[in-house]
């Protein structure tokens, strides 16, 4: 990627956060982080990375996305009108499950730590006695 798409990207990415923050009232996207977007070589298209926020509530990815989808075209114009840019790349959001994965990961490797703690206990308890 270059500098200036990476560069635009990071402003999409700021712009569309905020966006959704402060100016969408729709009850389906809920609470969401913007994880990266990624321009085009021509800065044609955007794709917009996204994930919820809530990982371990009953998030429903779907309803997210068709909520997204709606906004679309709404932040497009916003982005627009913000963004000094001689033309405003098509945005595409996909959802982003990394967060979700990390989270998973990180569950996984704290339940392997309190295996590890309780049985290290276990031992001291048995030499002491």
Same mark, same amino acid.
């Given at each position: !990627?270059s ?9 999409? *990415?700021?712009? #569309? ?6 100016? &969408?009232?729709?009850p389906?996207?809920?609470?969401? &982080? #913007? ?12 794709i917009?990375?996204?994930? $919820?926020? +809530?990982? @371990?509530? +009953?998030?429903?990815?779907?309803? !997210? ?21 001689? *033309? !405003?790349p ?5 959802? +982003? $499950? ?5 989270? *998973? &990961?990180?569950?996984?490797?704290r339940?392997? @730590? ?7 206990? +276990?031992?001291?308890?048995?030499e002491?006695?």
């Open positions: !990627m500098l200036r798409a990476g560069r635009i990207s990071e402003q999409i *990415r700021g712009e #569309i956060a905020r966006l959704l923050r402060e100016e &969408t009232s729709d389906r996207i809920g609470l969401l &982080t #913007i994880t990266r977007v990624k321009v085009s070589a021509d800065l044609g298209e955007a917009v990375f996204w994930s $919820p926020l +809530d990982v @371990n509530g +009953d998030v429903d990815i779907e309803q !997210m996305a068709e909520g997204l989808l709606s906004a679309t075209g709404f932040v497009r114009g916003r982005l627009a009108r913000s963004l000094e840019l001689r *033309r !405003m098509a945005l595409q959001f996909r959802y +982003d $499950p990394s967060i979700e994965h990390g989270s *998973r &990961t990180l569950a996984l490797l339940s392997l @730590n309190d295996g590890a703690t309780d049985e290290s206990r +276990d031992e001291q308890d048995g002491e006695a």
